[in-house]
């Protein structure tokens, strides 16, 4: 009678205790420049922030944020907090890779940055890069499971092609050491400038996956995630990414389409899944 008891109060103990769904997102946002005219960034800040809160986002990584983008989706979206530094100067100078998240689900544990260069713990352009090149991490427990993960985001360089190798290379080498001897599930999020078919996509997923490729429903929404603001564009151009190792499960993937009076909201598409953590 006691061993059925156990079983049955086992059977019954909640999905939710051991794993936990969440929705991520990748999103480069496009920096603040008048160039844009009537892309401009005060023309689209909120349909941004719309756009993450409609889709429930509960951790996103951004590309390309300067600080006072960053700030107005924080005014925005006051349920999230952020992390992340300036490439430029490790402070607030030039673009961000912030990733916010929300404090109500997770408990932010360590967090940091390092640069996509030759001297990664402080800022500097790396090999051939046109630019500073960086990335943010944040180690986080589920306030749910009690479960840590690991989530960085990133943007890599558009122009050096040796630049965008190292930069697959060194990842995998800080994952590496952040997970060593830990049963650490990761998520990467990132604007890479590589479509499928370049080496430094198969460099990074000797480690990770690609969460397109492991998606439990058909991806929806078009194959390519770059739109330069046309909403003509034959949106064939995969260049953004959310990749992921450990026990995770890929429920969803979408290349998302939102536009409102027939602009886009940036002139990249959000890469989303809905992943469950186990």
């Given at each position: 009678?006691?061993?059925?008891?156990?079983?049955?109060?086992?059977?019954?103990?909640?999905?939710?205790?051991?794993?936990?769904?969440?929705?991520?997102?990748?999103?480069?946002?496009?920096?603040n420049?008048?160039?844009?005219?009537?892309?401009?960034?005060?023309?689209?800040?909120?349909?941004?922030?719309?756009?993450?809160?409609?889709?429930?986002?509960?951790?996103?990584?951004?590309?390309?944020a300067?600080?006072?983008?960053?700030?107005?989706?924080?005014?925005?979206?006051?349920?999230?907090?952020?992390?992340?530094?300036?490439?430029?100067?490790?402070?607030?100078?030039?673009?961000?890779?912030?990733?916010?998240?929300?404090?109500?689900?997770?408990?932010?544990?360590?967090?940091?940055?390092?640069?996509?260069?030759?001297?990664?713990?402080?800022?500097?352009?790396?090999w051939?890069?046109?630019?500073?090149?960086?990335?943010?991490?944040?180690?986080?427990?589920?306030?749910?499971?009690?479960?840590?993960?690991?989530?960085?985001?990133?943007?890599?360089?558009?122009?050096?092609?040796?630049?965008?190798?190292?930069?697959?290379?060194?990842?995998?080498?800080?994952?590496?050491?952040?997970?060593?001897?830990?049963?650490?599930?990761?998520?990467?999020?990132?604007d890479?400038?590589?479509?499928?078919?370049?080496?430094?996509?198969?460099?990074?997923?000797?480690n990770?996956?690609?969460?397109?490729?492991?998606?439990?429903?058909?991806?929806?929404?078009?194959?390519?995630?770059?739109?330069?603001?046309?909403?003509?564009?034959?949106?064939?151009?995969?260049?953004?990414?959310?990749?992921?190792?450990?026990?995770?499960?890929?429920?969803?993937?979408?290349?998302?389409?939102?536009?409102?009076?027939?602009?886009?909201?940036?002139?990249?598409?959000?890469?989303?899944?809905?992943?469950?953590?186990?």
């Amino acid at each position: 009678m006691k061993r059925t008891f156990l079983f049955l109060l086992i059977f019954w103990i909640p999905v939710s205790l051991f794993s936990q769904d969440l929705n991520i997102v990748s999103f480069n946002i496009r920096l603040n420049t008048s160039q844009d005219g009537e892309n401009a960034w005060p023309h689209r800040s909120q349909m941004a922030s719309s756009l993450l809160r409609f889709h429930d986002a509960d951790i996103f990584g951004l590309q390309e944020a300067l600080y006072e983008q960053i700030v107005d989706l924080e005014n925005d979206l006051k349920e999230f907090a952020w992390i992340g530094v300036g490439r430029d100067d490790g402070k607030k100078g030039g673009e961000f890779c912030p990733l916010f998240y929300k404090p109500s689900k997770f408990i932010l544990i360590e967090h940091g940055n390092f640069w996509l260069s030759e001297t990664p713990d402080k800022p500097g352009k790396g090999w051939d890069a046109a630019c500073n090149r960086l990335v943010t991490w944040g180690r986080f427990q589920s306030k749910v499971t009690g479960k840590h993960f690991l989530v960085l985001n990133t943007h890599f360089d558009h122009i050096g092609k040796e630049a965008r190798k190292n930069s697959a290379f060194l990842i995998r080498e800080r994952i590496e050491e952040m997970t060593y001897n830990i049963n650490l599930p990761v998520i990467l999020t990132g604007d890479f400038n590589l479509t499928p078919d370049q080496e430094p996509v198969s460099v990074i997923k000797k480690n990770l996956r690609d969460s397109r490729d492991i998606t439990v429903e058909p991806p929806y929404g078009p194959t390519g995630t770059y739109n330069g603001f046309k909403i003509d564009s034959d949106l064939d151009r995969r260049i953004d990414y959310i990749f992921v190792s450990g026990r995770i499960k890929i429920l969803k993937y979408a290349v998302l389409t939102d536009m409102k009076d027939r602009r886009f909201p940036s002139d990249h598409l959000p890469v989303f899944v809905k992943l469950r953590l186990n």
